[in-house]
């Protein structure tokens, strides 16, 4: 555990808990107090006394841990059952006003940092600080071919090595934090196809050299087993889905696992859902689930750098606070519960560039804090009973309550009313058991 020598001075905030998930270890540590002063942490200790001149805010029986991180969300789709169609339906101002709502929904539930891999007009990035919202790291239209999966999001580039290389300064003239690139086709996209590359070798080679000239990482969204190869070829810092998706079914080489791990290359799983009545994956995709499954074992065992990359907006299994559910769904991969918790917290961070100052609670870092009643550590369900979240040391209102997402529709088109496991008024829906298995969640 950190801690350090706070002077006594007003304006400082205490929080005293029963527990303290710090982000980094596998233990729990007992009756902390962290010291806020503005937005940053300053002191964590251990059964000591508040400093007299602070703030103290009591939340007995609870645990503090770090905010979440999802390390790729998309807040411009609501979560509906349509998101393209709906995001598509909206002038640029409602555009906005939609990812404003997903990001406060996030924020409500404890996500207190998103990376956001695709979003129109790069309306992601004018949202960065912005209040009542996450943090924000934006990777704008994602760069894909003309036609190409999500091309509708006006990232399309000549599939050329000057074309891609003019796409990724552009994309550096906005300020994006990252780039993405879309190496395969994607379910969300018709005449695209998973199994297929978008981009020759060279070309994606080419984006990943310009983008690096720049000091930017770049991640890949790739399905097919060649888009795999070509972006690991390529020099990419990060893959998308990794779903090893072929036009008959599921082929993981043993040789690409070993790379993928060797060089730790990050591995964005898809998982993370919520459970809701009448949605099931299309049929083409539930067949692949179990090889999905057992190929992220794999990699999880082979030594890969994986972290929970849910997909949040694109259905209403994948609301944007969904990554609560992904530790559930770590554990079924090999993770210990600590180990998932890290995955969406500290090393969710480095994966975002921000590890120096995210995903921990240490005195420096942001003070981003999740308090949950129970022990997350023991109890994976402790993720879904809120009891307070901090974003850069400011309270969030209504943190877990029990409202919407984003623009949700149900499968008959009326709004969702969706309610966390065990928000009271309604009987839980028993969390990690009725969770669909992890790997079902990339129908895009």
Not at 101 to 112: C, D, I, P, Y
Not at 145 to 167: N, S
Not at 211 to 218: P, S
Not at 387 to 415: L, N, S, T
Request: hydrophobic share 45%; charged share 15%.
């Amino acid at each position: 555990m950190s801690a350090a020598i706070v002077t006594e001075r007003a304006g400082l905030t205490a929080l005293r808990a029963a527990w303290l998930f710090d982000g980094t270890g596998s233990t729990m540590i007992s009756d902390p107090v962290v010291v806020i002063d503005g937005a940053t942490i300053v002191a964590v200790n251990s059964g000591v006394s508040a400093p007299a001149s602070s703030t103290v805010i009591d939340l007995a029986g609870a645990t503090l841990m770090p905010g979440l991180i999802d390390t790729h969300v998309h807040l411009a789709f609501d979560a509906s059952t349509d998101p393209v169609g709906r995001l598509a339906g909206r002038q640029e101002a409602e555009i906005v006003a939609a990812m404003m709502r997903a990001g406060q929904a996030a924020l409500r539930g404890g996500v207190t940092t998103v990376r956001d891999l695709g979003d129109p007009h790069y309306l992601s990035l004018g949202l960065r600080g912005a209040p009542g919202m996450p943090a924000i790291v934006a990777a704008g239209p994602p760069i894909t071919t003309p036609g190409g999966h999500c091309h509708f999001l006006g990232g399309a580039a000549v599939p050329t090595v000057p074309g891609v290389r003019a796409a990724v300064r552009e994309h550096v003239e906005h300020g994006v934090d990252v780039i993405k690139i879309m190496a395969s086709g994607g379910q969300l996209t018709p005449g695209t196809h998973q199994h297929l590359t978008q981009f020759p070798p060279e070309v994606l080679r080419a984006a990943v050299e310009e983008a690096h000239r720049h000091g930017l990482h770049v991640t890949a969204h790739a399905h097919a087993v060649g888009a795999i190869a070509d972006a690991l070829a390529a020099g990419v810092d990060g893959i998308e889905h990794v779903s090893f998706w072929t036009e008959d079914g599921i082929a993981a080489p043993g040789e690409l696992i070993s790379l993928i791990a060797d060089r730790r290359t990050v591995v964005g799983a898809t998982i993370g859902m919520v459970p809701v009545a009448g949605l099931a994956p299309p049929p083409e995709v539930a067949r692949r689930v179990p090889a999905m499954v057992a190929n992220t074992r794999r990699l999880h065992e082979a030594g890969a750098l994986v972290v929970a990359g849910t997909d949040a907006g694109i259905g209403p299994v994948k609301p944007h606070d969904v990554v609560r559910h992904a530790p559930s769904m770590l554990r079924q991969l090999g993770f210990s519960q600590a180990a998932a918790l890290r995955a969406v917290t500290s090393v969710a961070a480095g994966v975002c560039g921000l590890g120096h100052r995210k995903g921990r609670i240490a005195p420096g870092f942001d003070a981003d804090i999740l308090a949950v009643d129970g022990d997350p550590v023991a109890d994976p369900e402790a993720l879904h009973r809120i009891r307070a979240v901090y974003a850069r040391g400011a309270a969030v209102p209504d943190a877990g309550a029990a409202v919407p997402d984003a623009g949700a529709a149900a499968p008959d088109g009326r709004a969702m009313n969706r309610r966390r496991p065990g928000a009271p008024g309604l009987p839980s829906t028993g969390g990690g058991s009725a969770v669909p298995s992890p790997g079902a969640g990339p129908w895009r």
